[in-house]
T-cell receptor, first 114, second 113 residues
Framework: AQSVTQLDSQVPVFEEAPVELRCNYSSSVSVYLFWYVQYPNQGLQLLLKYLSGSTLVKGINGFEAEFNKSQTSFHLRKPSVHISDTAEYFCAVSEETGYSTLTFGKGTMLLVSP | EADIYQTPRYLVIGTGKKITLECSQTMGHDKMYWYQQDPGMELHLIHYSYGVNSTEKGDLSSESTVSRIRTEHFPLTLESARPSHTSQYLC????????????FGSGTRLTVV
């Protein structure tokens, strides 16, 4: 079975500063990796995903993530954040099988202040 | 516009009542899921379905039940609500194959008093 660890429950950052949200996963087989964002009182929205190929994945809203198989990590980055990026971010993993479901981390709250 | 809808958005109900949380999607997705979300905790999968007449229990033990009579509809029922059921419930769906990820509804925030 797979698992996900998001190392920071909360990340405060100033507007226009860079940010990295950390995610590590555990699985005995190959995986697919996802980042979702949840704004207040809303459901989760897909930011980006890694399925195969290039380890640097670009998503919506200027976010990107890098898959590192040796470190079993999938950290999310943005070079310059905006106030509107304040939200909860969830990392998720799925095994590369047709009957696997998504396993989520506990989430990281990104707090952007002026 | 293709989407996934959950009703109600908020529900406050007394202990012992029977409730059904509705989830419908217009995308024709075969796979549907129910997750329970509590503050500071992982999203826990409580039920999922691979298609009509298919239902499976998820990782988190739950006293709820689900049904899948139509592709677009995946309701979750609690026969007798308890304060421990207070939580946010998120419904999601996905296409066949994993390249698309999940599409989530806006959630139902349930409070049992």
């Amino acid at each position: 079975a797979q698992s996900v660890t998001q190392l920071d429950s909360q990340v405060p950052v100033f507007e226009e500063a860079p940010v990295e949200l950390r995610c590590n996963y555990s699985s005995s087989v190959s995986v697919y990796l996802f980042w979702y964002v949840q704004y207040p009182n809303q459901g989760l929205q897909l930011l980006l995903k890694y399925l195969s190929g290039s380890t640097l994945v670009k998503g919506i809203n200027g976010f990107e993530a890098e898959f590192n198989k040796s470190q079993t990590s999938f950290h999310l980055r943005k070079p310059s954040v905006h106030i509107s990026d304040t939200a909860e971010y969830f990392c998720a993993v799925s095994e590369e099988t047709g009957y696997s479901t998504l396993t989520f981390g506990k989430g990281t709250m990104l707090l952007v202040s002026p | 516009e293709a989407d996934i809808y959950q009703t109600p958005r908020y529900l406050v109900i007394g202990t012992g009542k029977k409730i059904t949380l509705e989830c419908s999607q217009t995308m024709g997705h075969d796979k549907m899921y129910w997750y329970q979300q509590d503050p500071g905790m992982e999203l826990h999968l409580i039920h999922y379905s691979y298609g009509v007449n298919s239902t499976e229990k998820g990782d988190l033990s739950s006293e709820s039940t689900v049904s899948r009579i139509r592709t677009e509809h995946f309701p979750l029922t609690l026969e007798s609500a308890r304060p421990s059921h207070t939580s946010q419930y998120l419904c999601a769906s996905s296409e066949e194959g994993w390249s698309y990820g999940y599409t989530f509804g806006s959630g139902t925030r349930l409070t049992v008093v």
